[in-house]
């Protein structure tokens, strides 16, 4: 339990961090890798060099100040983040360091009105702050390695297929390497592939959908490939032109709270655009396996045909489910998913789960707002560091 003390000067400092969070997470992260370079096989490096990661932090730093007071408020967010972290391996033995660099960091930015007392406050907030991250996290391992065939932290997969899905999305089937069992999965969660590239000092990391239903065999990400003169491309390009079938690379267990309740047989509608399908394709499988006569309706947008994986796939899944609609839009032909084609095909008394690019999101969550769904009914993805989206008053 924190003192009262330290709650009153903690959340003093929320005006103070709101202005100044990015500055002092963009010195804490040049300093934590100046200190422990080690770290950048962790973190991902695209998110780093366009602030993303440090536009998140500092709105959680943010966040924990305002509601000190009352940290159960935060629980959900830990248990978000914590998803991330378990995802790419976060050790209890990281949450030290960290905080030394963060206060650090604090100190640094506001220089003389970082008091001693501000300092110490922040010191035993962390500390609170950090045994709760290590706790949710510790049971999220257990849980993800208790599983059959499961695991904590990173584990080796062949490379046991490559199909082209559409002109910029390959799937690969990932098998384990000890050809033990894959675990089940929730129909929306990801896995986190770690690759050694020639010419990169350091490992990289990437998040992926699965993009199917689980079973036994194994996983399958289906990956978009990035412009290759494009930093934040360069897992997607190495696996688009090096990996091949029979190579190895090492995944972390699945993870993830954008998920299908499958216990519910109410509507759902699925909504994305580009790659944001992903996602989508578990949760749709799962549903036309398990519930074929749960009424569905899959909404897509692509810039064009070529650009549109999953078409076939879909529609097979929907021959033997009694109530599917679907609709795809391109807008190479000036075709968009507008507040009319939701009207026609997404069902307002039911659970709406939306993937895509942040611009995407904000316009279809909007929609859905004012055709008046209820927030409850809206579930959405962010692909890398969570952003704050721009949306209306439901």
Known sequence: MLSQKTIDIVKSTAPVLEVHGVAITSAFYKNLFNAHPELL??????????GRQQTALANAVYAAAVHIDNLAAIIPAVKQIGQK????????????????HLLGAIKEVLGDAATDDIINAWAEAYGVIANAFIGIEEEMYV???SKEGGWRFFKDFVIADKVKESENITSFYLKPADESAVPTYEPGQFITIRVSIPGEKYLLNRQYSLSKAAESETFRISVKKEDENNPEGKVSVHLHNNVSVGDTV???APAGEFVLDPEKTTPATFLSGGVGITPMMSMFETIAKNQSNRPVSFIYSARNENLHPFDKDIRALMEAMDDAKYVSLYSDSDEFISKDVLKDYARIDGDVYVCGPVGFMEAMINHLLELGYSNEQIHYEFFGPALQLELVEA
Not at 41 to 47: M, Y
């Open 41 to 50: 096989n962790i973190f991902n490096h695209a998110n780093q060099a366009k």
């Open 85 to 100: 972290h378990v995802s790419l391996g976060i050790k209890p033995e990281h949450y030290p360091i960290v905080g030394e």
């Open 143 to 145: 849980a993800a390695e």
């Open 250 to 252: 090492e995944l972390t």
